[in-house]
């Protein structure tokens, strides 16, 4: 506690007297023109496929069969599901060689059979951020933190409904500040490292691939 | 892992380190080649210069408010994580931060820790103090991995390994990664360490993070990268410790959206980086993984020097984003392992001297040109050669003198036969009848100045008086005395 006393002690008697004045973030960005919802798809489609992930559009009613399609694709064997309604409509759906479970086990009762069995993991996103091609994942109960980072191939799937022009609209829309979870990640493209002679590579220590399905927004022509 | 010990370089010997990295082709080249990259790179992502302009406005405001209110934002940073169930540390110097660390690894019997980057820890050298202590730290980022089988220190603060090409990554791996041959495929040599780390993230006892921002508001820790190597640090070992610079906290959570965009943009010229972890507390009830302790260290180690003064203050506004160092000529010359410190470039200079003292600086803050290219790309607008020239002038000042706020290491630079010179010159500068003296005596004994002056010559020809004043030419012209 000594160290605490000294520290905020040093820091009192040295910080500057009078108020200042709190800098207006929200100020900084109002007033730029609102997006459509169709154009906060495309940017979030544009930017993640630049950001190397494979973006596919999907219906509402149909996604379940294209991301089995995808796991076909990809020869994934194990798959491992968010639980919730999405995850068990996926189950329904998979192709003959994938075997599919629910992250319902806590993470250190098969810690290397996580890491060294699971090819895939599918979860929902939140909500995303188009500006950047980015994808929200608030972990909790519900949502391991380990199911969007272990598994070699990310698959998401978002709501167009969700996607917000900016970082900053995200965090005012959903009132972050009120409601943090323990654990707040945006995912902005599959794992990446350009520490070897700036050169890109994929795949660093997170997932090497990353599968993003846009759900169409109700109403909007295919 | 540890069978290199690490490197510790006294920045005593800058300009020798200076010389001999100026004479090393390959080196030159990784840093050409890569300063050249970024500078690139980051100039695409502020193509709109008033874009640019006026989100560095309001970074620095954000950053300059943060510091206005500091005690009383650490204070709420420390009630909100706690409330969170995130204990908090506070350290002054790196010792207590290492005796922190330590003690959290013990009661917890641990014995190995896997490390996301974190250059506080390489600041208090927590490897190496660990290390004595039996503990094994695995580096995870790519670039920190391949320095510390190295047995090297970073060189830059955001691309560690920035001085090595991929041949030498390739006989690092070789050597030290079992059954790797030798290959120059980028792709391979990553997918190699990432074989070779996996296992380590799974065995560990502790995961030890750095912290970009926290936020006061929330009790959130944010942290940046592109590998996920920081993710899995801080959410697979059943203890995480993060350990940052106390002035590193801002008071909102919107205050983190416009400096994270130019920290991103300014470090690596990305519009965002892969990840962005915010880690607001352990893992909850019910909730499946994530660490069951979650530990921040507050660390000073020199900073509240800083703080103290108006002027040095602004140092502690950066967002370490390295931009001052991919722009500045000294650096892309000469590197990062030259300065001999943790922190190098522009940013450690102002900053090293808090750190170490001036004494221990050393030349660090005369080793620049003055040339501003680093305050010119600072998203945060810290007015880096005024700093510079201030560290200078302390460094010089009288070691007796007593100031307002004295800084460690005062008058390390000072000399008394300088001192005198100075005297002389403001003397006759003052007093028009000296002025003047000096002036006849300059343009008469011109012939008689020494052709060897002292560190001029070395690189120059030899000062000389003119023939005649610019006073007498202009008081030929008819110009009143
Ligand atoms: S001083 Fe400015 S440019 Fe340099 S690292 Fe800090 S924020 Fe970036």
Redesign the interface.
């Known amino acids: 506690m000594n160290?605490?006393t000294?520290?905020?002690n040093?820091?009192?008697?040295?910080?500057?007297r009078g108020a200042?004045?709190?800098?207006d973030?929200?100020a900084?960005?109002a007033g730029r023109p609102a997006a459509t919802l169709a154009e906060r798809t495309e940017r979030l489609a544009a930017?993640l496929t630049a950001?190397h992930a494979d973006v596919r559009v999907v219906s509402r009613a149909g996604w379940a069969v294209d991301v089995a399609r995808a796991l076909e694709e990809k020869g994934v064997r194990r798959l491992l599901l968010q639980s919730g309604a999405e995850g068990q409509l996926l189950a329904g759906a998979l192709p003959a060689g994938t075997q599919a479970a629910e992250?319902?086990?806590?993470?250190?009762d098969w810690?290397?059979e996580l890491?060294e069995d699971v090819d895939a993991g599918f979860t929902v996103a939140d909500c995303a951020i188009a500006?950047?091609?980015?994808l929200v994942h608030l972990?909790?109960?519900h949502m391991?933190?380990?199911l969007s980072?272990?598994p070699p191939l990310h698959l998401v799937l978002v709501d167009a409904a969700r996607i917000y022009a900016t970082?900053?609209d995200a965090?005012?829309g959903e009132n972050?500040?009120a409601r943090?979870?323990?654990?707040?990640?945006?995912?902005?493209?599959?794992?990446?490292?350009?520490?070897?002679?700036?050169?890109l590579?994929?795949?660093?220590?997170?997932?090497a691939r990353l599968m993003v399905f846009i759900l169409r927004a109700e109403g909007e022509a295919a | 892992m540890s069978k290199h010990p690490m490197q510790f370089v006294p920045s005593a010997d800058f300009k020798e380190r200076a010389r001999g990295a100026l004479d090393d082709d390959k080196l030159r080249k990784?840093f050409r080649?890569?300063m050249d990259?970024?500078q690139a790179k980051r100039r695409n992502q502020f193509s709109d210069e008033e874009e640019r302009e006026?989100l560095r406005d309001?970074g620095s405001?954000?950053r300059?408010?943060a510091l206005?209110?500091?005690?009383d934002l650490?204070?709420q940073l420390e009630r909100k994580l706690t409330a969170n169930g995130i204990q908090v540390h506070?350290?002054?110097t790196a010792a207590?931060a290492n005796a922190i660390v330590l003690d959290i690894m013990q009661r917890n019997a641990a014995r190995r820790m896997i490390k996301g980057k974190s250059m506080a820890s390489e600041e208090i050298e927590l490897n190496h103090y660990l290390g004595e202590h039996g503990m094994e730290c695995v580096e995870?980022?790519?670039?920190e991995y391949?320095v510390q089988l190295a047995g090297e220190k970073p060189s830059h603060i955001v691309?560690?390994?920035i001085h090595?090409?991929?041949a030498d990554?390739a006989k690092l791996f070789e050597e030290h990664i079992p059954d790797t041959p030798y290959t120059e495929d980028?792709?391979e040599?990553?997918?190699t360490?990432?074989r070779a780390?996996?296992q380590r993230?799974?065995e560990a006892d502790v995961g030890l993070s750095g912290v970009n921002f926290a936020v006061a508001?929330?009790?959130?820790l944010w942290l940046i990268e592109?590998?996920?190597?920081g993710?899995?640090s801080t959410?697979?070992p059943?203890v995480h410790v993060a350990i940052m610079g106390?002035e590193k906290v801002v008071?909102?959570?919107?205050?983190v959206?416009?400096l994270?965009?130019l920290l991103t943009r300014s470090a690596?010229g990305q519009?965002?980086?892969?990840?962005?972890?915010?880690?607001?507390?352990?893992?909850?009830p019910?909730?499946?993984?994530?660490p069951r302790e979650v530990h921040l260290v507050?660390l000073?180690n020199g900073r509240?020097q800083a703080?103290?003064?108006?002027q040095l203050r602004s140092t502690l506004q950066c967002i370490r984003c390295g931009a001052c160092m991919n722009h500045c000529p000294v650096y892309g010359r000469i590197g990062g392992h030259a300065y001999g410190t943790t922190y190098p470039g522009p940013i450690g200079k102002i900053l090293s001297p808090h750190l170490l003292g001036l004494d221990e600086a050393g030349d660090l803050p005369f080793a620049s040109t003055l040339c501003g290219a680093c305050s010119e790309v600072c998203p945060v607008r810290i007015p880096i050669p005024d700093l510079l020239i201030r560290l200078r002038n302390e460094a010089k000042r009288n070691p007796n003198e007593t100031v307002a706020?004295p800084l460690r290491g005062q008058g390390a630079k000072h000399s008394a036969a300088e001192r005198v010179v100075w005297q002389f010159w403001s003397g006759a500068f003052k007093s028009p009848k000296a002025w003047a003296a000096l002036r006849w005596g300059a343009t008469r004994l011109r012939a008689f100045t020494p052709g060897a002056q002292a560190g001029w010559t070395q690189h120059r020809t030899p000062l000389k008086p003119a023939p005649r004043s610019l006073h007498d030419l202009l008081k030929d012209k008819g110009q009143p005395e």
């Open positions: 160290a605490r000294n520290m905020l040093k820091l009192r008697a040295a910080a500057p200042s004045t709190m800098p973030v929200a900084y960005y930017e950001s992250f319902s086990r806590p993470l250190e810690k290397a890491f500006a950047t091609g980015t972990c909790g109960p391991p933190r380990t980072l272990v970082l900053f965090a005012a972050w500040p943090m979870p323990s654990n707040l990640v945006m995912i902005s493209g599959p794992s990446k490292t350009a520490d070897i002679q700036q050169t590579a994929y795949g660093a220590h997170g997932p | 990784s080649g890569a990259f970024l006026s309001l405001a954000i300059k408010y206005a209110n500091l005690p650490l204070e506070w350290a002054e207590e995870s980022d790519m670039g391949i691309m560690p390994a090595k090409n991929k990554v980028v792709d040599l990553i997918q360490g990432r780390l996996r993230f799974m508001e929330t009790g959130t592109n590998e996920g190597n993710r899995l959410t697979v059943p106390m008071a909102k959570l919107d205050h959206v416009p994270v965009s690596t519009a965002v980086t892969t990840y962005f972890n915010l880690i607001s507390s352990p893992r909850r019910g909730e499946l993984d994530g507050l000073d509240s703080y103290a003064d108006e706020t």
